[in-house]
């Protein structure tokens, strides 16, 4: 028997429940399903398949229709006699750049947790897709955005807005896009909103080189590197490689952002995630820049495991965003205004112990109709 090198062992799976599991593994297999040789996207089946939540108590606003940039703010009630400021949080939504947008059921939801249980104003950008839409259109497309939200803060959000609190946060390929953004930002100088915190959960960096957590982790959840290297080569211009300063935050052709006034940053890593490598090594790339960072690990967890409501790691960040922005503003860390007190309305949920077998149910149906559309 051939025992392998340490470096070259894979690493166990993560425990996860049963219904997590099974749900993951079929929006993995129904991506790769999604993903054409060709480098496009089956934009008939991922349409079918991502489910668009209405504005229930939310307020959606166009900044341009012929680039669908529009963004969803999220305000919760306070009670009348309550004048408390809330923080803004300025949310980008991930999906590898090519999939999803700020209606999407899973981050609608996570949206309506962060406007509620913080509490904060939230506001998600939605932008344009690749492989149509190459970058930077998603740099223009969330600048643009920040700059609208600037430029029309007196009647875009709610009079208790807090306008030196302000936060840009995203996950995945949404964190990506929040630190480009954020390094924009600091250069351009904004006229109203005053940039305290960078919230980049779990974001998606990479390069050139295979990382140790890209070669060992065995059976990944969500993020393969097959996976990432698709979503590289649909989002990178063309000729790129993923050593492109939009990929490789660190790297050869990295910015410099040693003299911007950059914002502290929270940097969330999951240790069964292939990316993570990539993410330390941005918290390192901060620290060596002189810029303030705190990295916070959950080493059970999967790519995007704070959009699964039954991980209790999901809730527990919650509450690490929150001590964030509590550090961030110079407040006491404590709950100022209780959770009965700050509603955000939710759509119907669906039992989260009934998705994954209805998952499998219609998984069926979804290859089959994946097989007829192919044909066309």
Known sequence: MIIPKPHQRKIASPSLPWTVRLAVSIISDLTDIAFRPNGTVNRRLTHFLDYQTPPTSTTDISIDAARNLWVRLYAPSLPSDNLQLLPVIIFFHGGGFSFLSAASFNFDMVCRKFASKLPAIVISINYRLAPEHRYPSQHHDGFDALNFIDRNWATVLPKNADQSRCFIAGDSAGANLAHYVTVRACRTKLRTMKIIGLISIQPFFGGEERTESEMKLADPLLVSVPRTD????????????????????????????????????????????????WQRRYYEWLLKSGKEARLIE?????????????????????????????????????????????????????NLIQLPILCGIFSFIYYLIVLCISFF
Not at 232 to 253: F, I, M, Q, T
Not at 266 to 276: H, I, T
Not at 319 to 324: A, C, D, G, R, V
Request: overall charge negative.
């Open 230 to 277: 698709w979503c590289w080569k649909a989002y990178l211009p063309e000729g790129s490689n993923r050593d492109h300063a939009a990929a490789n935050v660190s790297g050869p052709n990295a910015d410099d952002i040693s003299e911007l006034e950059f914002p502290a940053t929270m940097v969330v890593v999951g240790g069964f995630d292939p990316l993570k490598d």
């Open 298 to 350: 959950y080493p059970n967890m999967i790519h995007a495991f704070y959009a699964l409501p039954p991980l209790p790691e999901a809730s527990h960040l919650v509450t690490q965003i929150k001590k964030f922005i509590a550090e961030c503003s110079n407040v006491k860390f404590e709950t100022s205004v209780s959770e009965a007190e700050v509603k955000v309305s939710s759509p119907p949920r669906i």
